[in-house]
């Protein structure tokens, strides 16, 4: 059975360009959601998806964007970064309404 | 009121004492709830999950959950300084929606 992957790890982006977070599920969940970890915060939910629809969202601004594929594998884009975007964007993936499982993360740094 | 709210700590017990980590929730969240450990640096990793009232045992973590109260507990016995990490409470609203609380550090000392 494979985790949840993320990339990438660690990427460095400047105020006003557009980043892609990818991740992959874990194998026999059909439901990804994302949250973004500022320093010393607890995750907060940005949004979800299940079987390739939104589910919910969070309290973000309509530039942080999410895709889900058919094979249950996500993208989070953000566009026009913020210095606030700097944040630790974890993935993580689900039933429904079961327990996440978390991937190790993408560690954004906006300069 | 926040959904979930956490004593952010630090806190410090000595090696092979009881840890008591606590979290309240709000009503906008529903009655399932989870304990995830996370160490500097890393993701989060589920500890357990808790739905019905009362006690729930796996090992040395005990998951307890007061609904009257809107209280969620968690014990680790026997601390080992391994346990050293910032626990998250979590809860589950009625949109499906997770709601984190802040996180409790906890420091064991050998």
């Known amino acids: 059975e494979t985790g949840v992957t993320q990339s990438p790890t660690h990427l460095i982006k400047t105020r006003g360009q557009q980043v892609t977070l990818r991740c992959s599920s874990q194998?026999?969940?059909?439901?990804v959601s994302w949250y973004q970890q500022a320093l010393g915060q607890g995750p907060q939910f940005i949004f979800q998806?299940?079987?390739?629809?939104?589910?919910g969202r969070g309290n973000f601004p309509p530039r942080f964007s999410g895709l889900q594929f058919p094979n249950y594998s996500s993208e989070l884009n953000v566009n026009a970064l913020e210095l606030d975007d700097s944040a630790l964007y974890l993935c993580?993936?689900?039933?429904?309404?079961?327990?996440?499982?978390f991937g190790e993360g993408s560690r954004l740094t906006v300069l | 009121q926040k959904e979930v709210e956490q004593n952010s700590g630090p806190l410090s017990v000595p090696e092979g004492a009881i840890a008591s980590l606590n979290c309240t929730y709000s009503?906008?969240?529903?009655?399932?709830f989870f304990w995830y450990r996370q160490y500097s640096g890393k993701s989060p990793e589920l500890i357990m999950s808790?739905?019905?009232?009362g006690d729930k045992e796996d090992g040395r973590f005990t998951a307890q959950l007061n609904k009257a109260s809107q209280y969620v507990s968690l014990l680790i016995r026997d601390s080992q300084p391994s346990d050293s990490a910032t626990y998250l409470c979590?809860?589950?609203?009625?949109?499906?929606?997770?709601?984190f609380g802040t996180g409790t550090s906890l420091t064991v000392i050998p």
């Open positions: 998806y299940y079987r390739e629809e939104e589910n």
């Open positions: 808790i739905y019905s009232n």
């Open positions: 993580a993936s689900s039933l429904l309404t079961g327990e996440l499982f």
């Open positions: 194998s026999g969940h059909n439901t």
């Open positions: 979590a809860a589950l609203s009625t949109g499906n929606q997770f709601y």
């Open positions: 009503d906008r969240v529903s009655q399932s």
